[in-house]
């Protein structure tokens, strides 16, 4: 018997959450695709800062949660990824995390 990983072997998976405003979930789906996402899944969120502090600050409470399923050894590069563009895209900031 070899003690090589047998490639066709099951892969683990992790859950990502992704956390971006609506209009920028299409531009989210498509980058996370790169990272052989294999199921991803959008639905509609809302932020819990108090309208005062939303008028103040001129925030977006309207947010999109983007739902994938990511191989576990695609995973770091993902959330690394995704922090990148969180810092560098206008308007695109976010959060990420996987389970």
Known sequence: ?????????????KLLFTVVDRP???FY????SQFEVNCQMVVNGKGTAQSELIDLLGLNIHK????SVVREDRAT????????KFATIKN???IAYTV
């Open 24 to 26: 920028k979930a299409e």
């Open 64 to 67: 999109a949660v983007i739902l």
């Open 77 to 84: 590069a993902a959330l690394r990824f995704l922090e990148e």
């Open 92 to 94: 695109g900031k976010g």
């Open 29 to 32: 789906l498509d980058v996370l």
């Open 1 to 13: 018997m070899s003690n090589t990983v047998n490639e066709s072997a099951i892969k683990k998976l």
